[in-house]
């Protein structure tokens, strides 16, 4: 069974860093890309961040672009985002999702960041 | 990086069947096969509808079917069920390891 679960959320001041990891389970790892996709409360979905099975080829919105950065280890098949200078439009619950191609067939229950002075 | 224009909301009664589109540019929606569609429902993750515009994941209902003309892809619903009532967002791959989701439709089943 495929299994993503998501942890290192918690509450950051602004300006501050956080680092997301997601430990993936029930499947080949490195056979697929992965991605963060997040969802402000009682907003959509957004894309955050993308990276390819071997971990050279990585995307970024533009909201977080030079902010944050998605890596991998396949030897712990674990995916990871690093935030650093958090805004308070960054708070989200922030999902990882396994890429089949350019769709996300599988999901993580999420992870909430919330960003509070 | 714009993000796809779905309607807010679509409604229709139980056995109806109701159109979402989702329009995007040239270079997105309007290339190739790259469109897929989630189901959410409330406090739960997303869930693959279609993907490569009109292809249903193994377990996914043949009521669920998509499309594509141009810039805009659709999802159709046929014979509404209860159970369908959720958000539904389309996505799209653009370029470069970079994706797009549309603002996300709530449908309601009367």
């Known amino acids: 069974e495929v299994q993503l679960v998501e942890s290192g959320g918690g509450v950051v001041r602004p300006g501050g860093s956080l680092r997301l990891s997601c430990a993936a389970s029930?499947?080949?790892?490195?056979?697929?890309?992965m991605s963060w996709v997040r969802q402000a409360p009682g907003k959509g979905l957004e894309w955050v961040s993308g990276?390819?099975?071997?971990?050279?080829?990585?995307g970024y919105a533009d909201s977080v672009k030079g902010r944050f950065t998605i890596s991998r280890d396949n030897a712990k098949n674990s995916l990871y985002l690093q935030m650093n200078s958090l805004r308070a439009e960054d708070a989200a619950l922030y999902h990882c999702?396994?890429?089949?191609?350019?769709?996300?067939?599988?999901w993580g229950q999420g992870i909430l960041v919330t960003v509070s002075s | 990086q714009s993000a796809l224009t779905q309607p807010a909301s679509v409604s229709g009664s139980p056995g109806q069947s109701i159109t979402i589109s989702c329009t995007g540019t040239?270079?997105?929606?309007?290339?190739?096969?790259?469109v897929s569609w989630y189901q959410q429902h409330p406090g739960k993750a997303p869930k693959l509808m279609i993907y490569?515009?009109?292809k249903r994941p193994s377990g996914v209902s043949n009521r669920f079917s998509g499309s594509k003309s141009g810039k805009t892809a659709s999802l159709t619903i046929s014979g509404l069920q209860a159970e369908d009532e959720a958000d539904y967002y389309c996505?799209?791959?653009?370029?470069?390891?970079?994706?797009?989701f549309g603002g996300g439709t709530k449908l309601t089943v009367l």
């Open positions: 999702a396994r890429a089949d191609h350019v769709a996300f067939d599988y």
């Open positions: 029930g499947f080949t790892f490195d056979d697929y890309g």
């Open positions: 990276i390819n099975w071997h971990g050279g080829g990585t």
């Open positions: 040239s270079s997105d929606v309007g290339s190739d096969n790259l």
């Open positions: 490569e515009g009109s």
């Open positions: 996505c799209s791959y653009a370029s470069s390891f970079t994706w797009v």
